[in-house]
């Protein structure tokens, strides 16, 4: 019982950190972007972000889900 809650903690974890590293991600588009012209490039870094945001959402249904667990 003690040896399943921490792998579930340690994999909350894990997903907490892939988190943080996608809200990186996003904020070093959103600065690239800021200083960018060209149309085509700031349309695709908005894709980018929109899929490093749909996948924290991801993330974070998993960690509700792993913490009901608990």
Known sequence: QQERRQK???A???KRMQIFNLEQQIS???FKMSGMRNQEYIDNML?????????????E???QDMERKL
Not at 47 to 59: F, N, Q, S, Y
């Open 12 to 14: 909350i974890e894990r």
């Open 61 to 63: 249904m998993a960690i």
């Open 8 to 10: 579930l903690y340690d």
């Open 47 to 59: 894709r980018w972000i929109d899929e490093k945001e749909a996948k924290i959402r991801e993330l």
């Open 28 to 30: 070093a588009l959103q």
